[in-house]
């Protein structure tokens, strides 16, 4: 790779919101991308049709070693990190009482365990190349929670508090922190056809490309933090002013519906 390039590391590449970033990253001229999923054969294809330079690390960031292998490929083959996109993400339903601690789990620990190890691995790298950025994909469900969705909203609500804390730390340090809460995405596991098909829901759902032009937004582009698409924010809003109404609107129905992966490598669809 050439020296001096910005590197932009994506995980959950391999399809999704993590692919729509992918070529979002790959106009920005001298720009250098190191993708990094589970499925080989995905990210290798990706990376021969990407405009971009781009590398590719197979790994399942909830093992241990795998931040280590992210940081060694990132100092042998670019020796820089501008801007980390923590994009993996799994959810799983069922009702707590249905599935557990265990469901809590085996979210926790990739939807929030998995991104603070990467993220703890790789910030010495993004300190050194400052200004640099890091982007948490949290979702809506970080912020409102849903029947049946409690161990994925509590993965995503620890990750929008982690979030704020860390940029208020390392700002000093020249690395921006910025969050992109997502609602509903149109990706190959959510297609949302029965919400595109309504006219009075089809606002609900926005492109993988409009999360990439977010997540942009929130990294280089300095933004604290995006609600894609962005009327979410008022329903966000609504949870804090009239918490009594929007607990009666959930449990109404649209507290039951289903919720999407984040992440373009998830484990299982939700």
Not at 174 to 183: I, T
Not at 225 to 238: Q, T
């Amino acid at each position: 790779m050439a020296a001096g390039g910005k590197v932009v590391l994506i995980t959950g590449a391999s399809s999704g919101i993590g692919e729509a970033a992918a070529w979002r990253f790959s106009r920005e001229p001298g720009t250098e991308l190191v993708l990094v999923a589970r499925r080989e054969d995905r990210l290798r294809d990706l990376c021969e049709r990407l405009p971009a330079p781009a590398t590719w690390i197979a790994a399942d960031l909830t093992e241990d070693g795998a931040p280590g292998r992210v940081l060694a490929h990132l100092e042998e083959h670019h020796g820089r990190l501008d801007c980390l996109v923590n994009n993996a993400g799994a959810a799983w339903r069922g009702s707590f009482a249905d599935v557990g601690w265990e469901n809590v789990k085996k979210t926790m620990e990739l939807n929030f365990d998995a991104v603070v190890r990467l993220t703890e691995a790789l910030l010495p790298l993004l300190r050194k190349s400052a200004p640099s950025s890091i982007v948490n994909i949290s979702s809506t469900a970080g912020r409102i929670s849903r029947g049946g969705a409690g161990a994925y909203s509590a993965s995503k609500f620890a990750l929008a508090g982690w979030t704020d804390a860390l940029h208020l730390e390392e700002a000093a340090n020249g690395v921006h922190v910025g969050l992109v809460l997502p609602g509903y995405i149109r990706t190959e596991g959510f297609p949302a056809e029965e919400l595109t098909g309504n006219a009075l829901t089809r606002w609900m759902v926005a492109e993988p490309e409009v999360a990439a032009d977010a997540i942009y937004e929130a990294g280089p582009g300095g933004k604290a933090e995006r609600y894609v698409p962005r009327p979410y924010a008022l329903a966000a809003a609504l949870r804090i002013l009239m918490p009594g109404i929007t607990r009666r609107v959930l449990g109404g129905g649209v507290g039951r519906m289903t919720v999407t992966k984040t992440g373009a490598d998830a484990s299982e669809n939700p």
